[in-house]
């Protein structure tokens, strides 16, 4: 079978779907595919801080009613280490801007929702998709949707199939230039049925390694433990991991963590990789199939929307002029605000995790720059704008 678009987008996770809900509004026609099952991507559990210009946008665009009832505001959060918290006010110090929990999943489920009820076209399970022509002007992609193979002829092919997809790996390997870095610890998160200890995000550096309390809702925590690469979730009981957590956000005035029924948990590597350039022809990346940052500074679904931001808008550029200017300078304009945001989560891990052979003279300059942050206006200042998110370009 054959059908025609003006923009195919690979993946229906942040990236892709929040590219269609926007083209979407400029009347700009565009089906998305996505080799998992709705139920699988509606529940996968991954970030849940959302910039404030995340948030504008969700309202901007229509699709933060749930947002708005259901989103937990902060505007502040908590560095902790040798025993004591320290609150960074990130609204004071941002001129009112904050952050937002609400899910991942959740900014998901909204768009699928709006894409289905405006009749936009998106499709699930399909199998072996294929990039074609990206260098020409009129590229396609072929896929299967288990009954039949298709063709879907259009103008620009957004990539936003994350890491492991397809579509990076359809530009030729001369092009690209890969950064990428390995870091020496892992993340152990949990889900826990059980109401937060703190009613702010709590980043605690401790001799034992970093831990962070957070949520999802009123009734549900998040929690992470640093580990050892290669570390697997069956080396973790419910009781070990509840114990190491309690040690580690321990503070001297006697702060007690609860605890409760874990109903999930994972492993994940720390890694940073950028790809440049994020476009080729008529081939866009977008999201984590061009970059991945450390969940230390809450920026991967954040950047993802700041990509498909600026992409929609030089789409848009595009059909309404004939212009190519704002779609050449794609890649320029999404790379500054990817190193920024790779710069920022890399000072927080490297502030706040526990590093293999780390001497003392390592160990107490943590301490000096979690005292620096915590007590100078000005880099606390720096600190909360990084994390607030800088306004969308």
């Not at 350039?277 to 230390?296: C, E, K, N, S, Y």
Request: aromatic share 8%; glycine share 10%; charged share 20%.
């Amino acid at each position: 079978m054959k059908a025609t678009t003006q923009v195919a987008i690979i993946g229906a996770g942040p990236a892709g779907l929040f590219l269609g809900h926007l083209l979407g509004l400029e009347g700009i026609d565009s089906i998305i595919v996505e080799n998992r099952s709705r139920e699988y991507v509606e529940h996968r559990v991954r970030a849940g801080v959302l910039e404030q210009g995340t948030v504008d946008l969700m309202v901007q665009t229509g699709v933060a009613g749930r947002l708005a009832r259901e989103g937990l505001v902060h505007h502040g959060i908590e560095l902790r280490f040798n025993g004591s918290g320290h609150r960074i006010p990130l609204s004071d110090l941002t001129g009112g801007r904050a952050i937002t929990i609400y899910g991942q999943q959740e900014v998901v489920k909204d768009l699928i929702a709006s894409r289905i009820a405006g009749g936009g076209a998106i499709q699930f399970e399909v199998e072996d998709v294929q990039l074609s022509g990206i260098d020409g002007t009129r590229p396609s992609i072929r896929f299967s949707d288990g009954a039949s193979d298709m063709t879907v002829d259009c103008d620009f092919i957004a990539g936003c199939d994350g890491f492991h997809g397809t579509s990076r790996g359809t530009i030729p390997e001369a092009v690209l230039r890969t950064y990428d870095y390995e870091f020496p610890f892992s993340w152990l998160g949990i889900l826990a049925a059980v109401a937060p200890s703190a009613n702010e995000l709590v980043y605690a550096r401790h001799e034992l390694g970093f831990a962070l309390h957070s949520l999802r809702s009123p009734t549900v925590s998040r929690l992470y433990l640093q580990v050892d690469p290669g570390t697997e979730v069956g080396d973790w009981s419910d009781d070990r991991i509840w114990a190491e957590l309690r040690a580690r956000l321990a503070t001297r005035d006697g702060w007690l963590l609860r605890d409760g029924p874990v109903i999930e948990k994972n492993v994940a590597a720390m890694r940073s990789f950028v790809v440049e350039p994020m476009q080729f022809g008529r081939l866009f990346l977008a999201g984590d199939a061009a970059h991945i940052v450390p969940a230390t500074g809450a920026k991967g679904l954040n950047l993802a929307v700041a990509d498909v931001y600026v992409l929609a808008r030089a789409i848009v550029a595009w059909y309404r002029t004939g212009s190519s200017t704002l779609l050449d300078a794609y890649s320029e304009t999404c790379l500054r605000r990817v190193w920024r945001a790779q710069e920022f989560s890399n000072y927080m891990s490297a502030m706040l995790h526990r590093y293999p052979g780390t001497d003392r003279f390592r160990d107490r300059l943590q301490v000096a720059r979690l005292d620096a942050v915590t007590t100078s206006d000005e880099a606390a200042r720096a600190l909360a704008s990084n994390y607030v998110g800088l306004p969308l370009p």
